[in-house]
């Protein structure tokens, strides 16, 4: 199993001129041992702009490892920009939030596009650390999800608090809507 099809470290735009194109990724080793936690389609370290194009994860449910892989795995410090096209993942988050720094920012932006199924807003300190600090905005796009999946777009909570995870939420089309998850205690 690989981490990641593509480490974006830099600064990585995505169009699709054709209207067709895609990057597509699917991990087909079992799960036996963590390999990093996931095998995703894009992790994000830097400023990912996605303006059209398809962004997929195809990583079937016996392969995947508690709830992963993403088709983008956003990391503390990073900046998604999701303009157009579609995020998909066959099985839960198509977008996860890694926010594990008290002081550099997950960010991302979703102004529109299609995203099927979750994204997925993870304050993962356990209960240790201070809040890890996010910012999630979306001000459109068209969220779908799978029959599995409950919620389009999750708030997921393991910190002492969620002082530093800030969500707004002021356009878009929600099949499922909203969930908060807190295991504070």
Same mark, same amino acid.
């Given at each position: 199993?690989?981490?990641?099809?593509?480490?974006?470290?830099?600064?990585?735009?995505?169009?699709?001129?054709?209207?067709?194109?895609?990057?597509?990724?699917?991990?087909?080793?079992?799960?036996?041992?963590?390999?990093?936690?996931?095998?995703?389609?894009?992790?994000?370290?830097?400023?990912?702009? &996605?303006? #059209? !194009?398809? =962004?997929? *994860?195809?990583?079937?449910?016996?392969?995947? /490892?508690?709830?992963?892989?993403? @088709?983008?795995?956003?990391?503390?410090?990073?900046?998604?920009?999701?303009?157009?096209?579609?995020?998909?993942?066959?099985?839960?988050?198509?977008?996860?939030?890694?926010?594990?720094?008290?002081?550099?920012?997950?960010?991302?932006? &979703?102004? #529109? !596009?299609? =995203?099927? *199924?979750?994204?997925?807003?993870?304050?993962? /300190?356990?209960?240790?650390?201070? @809040?890890?600090?996010?910012?999630?905005?979306?001000?459109?796009?068209?969220?779908?999800?799978?029959?599995?999946?409950?919620?389009?777009?999750?708030?997921?909570?393991?910190?002492?608090?969620?002082?530093?995870?800030?969500?707004?939420?002021?356009? #878009?089309?929600?099949?499922?809507?909203?969930?908060?998850?807190?295991?504070?205690?």
């Amino acid at each position: 199993a690989a981490y990641a099809m593509i480490v974006n470290k830099g600064n990585l735009v995505i169009k699709d001129s054709v209207g067709t194109g895609k990057i597509s990724y699917e991990d087909i080793t079992p799960y036996t041992s963590d390999p990093g936690w996931a095998s995703n389609t894009i992790r994000n370290e830097g400023t990912l702009t &996605i303006l #059209g !194009g398809t =962004i997929e *994860n195809m990583t079937s449910e016996a392969v995947m /490892n508690y709830g992963y892989p993403h @088709a983008i795995d956003a990391y503390q410090g990073s900046v998604t920009n999701i303009y157009g096209g579609t995020i998909a993942s066959l099985n839960y988050d198509c977008i996860r939030m890694f926010c594990n720094s008290e002081t550099l920012a997950t960010e991302v932006n &979703i102004y #529109g !596009g299609n =995203i099927i *199924n979750r994204v997925t807003f993870q304050n993962p /300190n356990n209960n240790t650390h201070a @809040a890890g600090y996010g910012i999630l905005n979306i001000t459109g796009g068209n969220f779908t999800t799978t029959d599995g999946v409950g919620a389009n777009v999750r708030l997921l909570n393991f910190s002492k608090d969620a002082s530093n995870m800030k969500a707004t939420v002021s356009g #878009g089309k929600f099949d499922k809507g909203i969930a908060v998850q807190n295991y504070t205690g």
